[in-house]
């Protein structure tokens, strides 16, 4: 097989390789050592769509949110401008014809899934018509070579691949298409395409990425997954020794064995083997079950975590053996419901400080019944960070903000991107607040990690810099003064 050949010859060439394991199927493999950051491999999209079913619409060419323009033709592409639609027209020609013929009230079916079969039928046909060039890595045999897990899936889940082919049809028309393919290639997506992310890991789109498809999954992996624009770029994160196999995280990592697995069960099919994952039920793994996910000791100044007590009275801290009671808890956890319940998922910006408030009494609630480092109590606090930062509270912003970072500290491995991000949030909120020497500190700490995960070439990290060097200027300034 040419590809096969080339492909081999394509990953000689960076030092990889492809092996078949017997459980994961095709996996990737490094030929030499690779250092912590180190791009091991990166790879265009073979195709990619933006998320365009929020209020928020985006450039179809560069994901872009300002200054759009719906297409005239199609009425459901937007872009930013002559260049993005120039670049993007080849294939958008094609998909424009067919959106065009499709009845109005039809195109509001029209999702970013459904546009991305789209525009994977079009180029197929156009590789296969010698007007777009067939290369190594943006070829439609690496899309064939996904797997699908049709066998496994249940009778509702192939009904809606089956109705979302029949739209596909519809639109495209074409004179040889078969259905069965279209249905298990929306099955391929769903285990095998990646969402976009900005360099603040905010989802933009979808894209499918063949070749990046091959790595395997890892609840502690040894390389990450960013996207400079729409190339998906993989770094090692750490010293990655020749003849290892290259593993990413497909979910979030922060969450116990249960978590992991069942989150991985759903969305991809299949049960995780990685080293974190084979330690479930160990004393070590109990524990750290209990601390992400489980409550606090009732003395406020212990940190041991706690199990249920064998004579079903309550929870034991496993430092100081004081008994929470089951009674305790219970009204505890009903008192956060009731506030929950008056949470707004997204409140709009007149409610924003009611939110507030609502987040903030509900935080206090959580921190009294979940242990410090639990999951539930991390992400209220995000979302009231996220608030506090909207409204411009800077003050109370930087307060979460430092109660986050230890939290991010102990969840994610050390050169995690989340952590240096939430330290440049910090980094920034200091300097705003003139607490310079901190936000040199924390600005660098930010620059260290991320600079393992995003490189230092793009305008993000160019930026972040930038930033560190005005604020060392400053802090210089002030100590001399
Ligand atoms: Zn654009
Ligand atoms: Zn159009
Ligand atoms: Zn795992
Ligand atoms: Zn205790």
């Excluded at 905010?202 to 624009?229: D, K, M, T, W």
């Excluded at 709009?348 to 959580?366: C, F, P, R, T």
């Amino acid at each position: 097989m040419a590809l096969m050949a080339d492909l081999q010859r394509f990953l000689r060439d960076r030092s990889l390789s492809v092996c078949n394991l017997p459980q994961k199927g095709r996996s990737l493999f490094t030929g030499r050592d690779f250092v912590p950051g180190e791009v091991i491999t990166s790879q265009e999209p073979y195709v990619c769509v933006p998320n365009n079913s929020s209020p928020e619409s985006r450039c179809d060419g560069c994901f872009k949110t300002n200054n759009l323009k719906k297409c005239s033709g199609c009425q459901v592409v937007w872009y930013c401008g002559s260049s993005c639609q120039k670049s993007e027209w080849k294939l958008h020609r094609h998909e424009c014809k067919a959106l065009s013929t499709l009845e109005k009230e039809k195109r509001k079916f029209v999702t970013p899934t459904i546009r991305m079969m789209l525009k994977l039928y079009i180029k197929r046909n156009l590789q296969n018509e010698k007007v777009i060039p067939i290369t190594t890595t943006d070829d439609y045999s690496l899309v064939e070579a996904l797997v699908s897990h049709m066998s496994e899936l249940d009778e509702k889940q192939l009904m809606l691949y089956a109705q979302m082919a029949n739209l596909v049809n519809l639109i495209l028309q074409l004179p040889s298409i078969d259905l069965k393919e279209i249905a298990e290639n929306f099955s391929k997506f769903s285990c095998n395409a990646h969402s976009i992310c900005d360099s603040e890991l905010r989802p933009q789109g979808i894209g499918l990425y063949p070749f990046v498809s091959i790595i395997n999954h890892s609840c502690a992996p040894n390389a990450i997954l960013v996207f400079e624009e729409q190339m998906a770029v993989v770094r090692a994160m750490g010293h990655i020794p020749k003849d290892s196999e290259v593993t990413i995280s497909y979910i979030e990592t922060a969450g116990s064995t249960l978590t992991r697995q069942k989150s991985l069960k759903e969305q991809y099919l299949f049960h995780c083997e990685c080293t974190r994952c084979s330690n479930i039920g160990t004393p070590h793994d109990i524990e750290e079950s209990a601390i992400l996910e489980g409550y606090r000791c009732a003395n406020e100044n212990c940190t041991g975590f706690l199990l249920r007590d064998p004579d079903e009275r309550g929870f034991v801290c496993q430092k100081c053996t004081l008994l929470r009671s089951k009674e305790e808890v219970k009204k505890l956890a009903g008192d956060v419901k009731k506030v929950s319940e008056n949470a707004p998922a997204s409140p709009s910006a007149e409610n924003k400080q009611d939110a507030i408030s609502v987040y903030k009494a509900m935080e206090k609630l959580q921190a009294r019944l979940f242990h410090s480092f639990s999951i539930t109590l991390m992400r209220t606090r995000e979302k009231l960070l996220k608030m506090l930062m909207e409204v411009e509270n800077w003050r109370e912003a930087l307060n979460y903000c430092r109660l986050i970072v230890p939290v991010y500290l102990r969840v994610y491995p050390a050169t995690h991107p989340l952590i240096g991000l939430q330290l440049y949030t910090q980094g920034k909120l200091e300097w705003l607040l003139e607490e310079t020497e901190d936000a040199v500190s924390s600005l660098t700490k930010a620059f260290d990690i991320l600079r393992i995960s995003h490189g230092t070439s793009t305008c993000f990290m160019k930026e972040l810099s930038a930033k560190l060097d005005e604020a060392r200027a400053e802090a210089c300034f002030k100590r001399a003064n």
